[in-house]
């Protein structure tokens, strides 16, 4: 039975980063932001899944795919992959599986609904590369209680099926994180971190606006999104929230991590309006 890794990843999680340098091994074939219906090709439009996995392999890759549907399109993907000694690892689009989006009609599976297909016929090797819950929260700009009614899912049902957690916070603090995704691969990858920001990828297609580190060429921690007194009271109180990261180990209060000058906020936001 051939094998297929494939990652989790919710939306601000480090996921553009991470599959970047995913993408440096001469080694991997990677597939960005995919779901069962649907996916995000290279100009960063939501295309059909079949569409959006022959663009990426096509444009990144010089691969031309033969197929009709997912089920083709993948076996043959995977016969290149065999045939050429590369490994094939996909990131599947959590977002579509997660959150209410025109993509899934607003009517999210709440399911891991690509890793459910592809073990019927595949060997899949998967795991989670995650972000503290309040991070993620404060970057997608959801209202609090939206946010952790699907957040919430998502972190319970990665606890569920006891997939392997990778933290994005363990790869930006320069630990062995990259060693570590390979002994529990069994593949020695071979990643280049001095240029993995020339890579392309996927990524920011799904909430309107950019993300504070989308334009970083090296690995730097940001501080935490600067919020006012009264909205740091609902992050420090919201039992949900406190669920969310209790799940994946990480502390419960705004306060845990560093955040960013009033005046940092401010130029970003100012920034951001004039820059569209």
């Known amino acids: 039975m051939s094998n297929i890794i494939l990652f989790q990843c919710a939306p601000r999680s480090g996921g ?15 597939l960005s932001e995919i779901s069962l219906k649907v996916g995000v090709d290279t100009s960063h439009n939501i295309v059909p899944v079949c569409d959006a996995i022959k663009n990426q392999v096509r444009e990144w890759y010089s691969i031309e795919l033969e197929g009709d549907n997912l089920t083709e399109v993948i076996s043959d993907l995977v016969n290149f992959c065999e045939k050429n000694n590369k490994t094939l690892i996909v990131r599947e689009w959590s977002f579509q599986s997660f959150f209410p989006s025109e993509g899934n009609n607003f009517n999210p599976t709440l399911e891991f609904s690509l890793l459910n297909f ?29 946010f952790v009614k699907y957040y919430r899912k998502y972190t319970e049902l990665l606890v569920t099926k006891e997939i392997k957690i990778f933290k994005y916070e363990q790869l930006i603090n320069n630990s062995d994180l990259l060693q570590e995704l390979s002994n529990y691969l069994k ?90």
């Open 16 to 30: 553009t980063l991470f599959s970047k340098i995913l993408k440096t091994s001469e080694d991997v074939i990677l």
């Open 118 to 146: 592809l073990e019927r016929k595949y060997n899949v090797i998967s795991f989670a590369f995650v972000r503290d819950s309040i991070d993620v929260y404060l970057s997608m700009g959801l209202d609090i209680d939206i």
């Open 187 to 276: 593949n020695n990858f071979c990643f280049d971190m001095d240029n993995f920001c020339h890579m392309s990828s996927t990524g920011d297609t799904q909430l309107g606006n950019s993300s504070r580190g989308g334009g970083k060429k090296y690995l730097a921690r940001l501080p935490r999104k600067f919020v006012y007194p009264w909205h740091r009271y609902r992050i420090n109180h919201s039992k949900e929230l406190e669920i969310c990261n209790n799940l994946l180990g990480y502390s419960v209060s705004y306060q845990s991590s560093t955040s960013e000058w009033f005046f940092s906020y401010l130029f970003f936001k100012i920034k951001r309006r004039f820059s569209k």
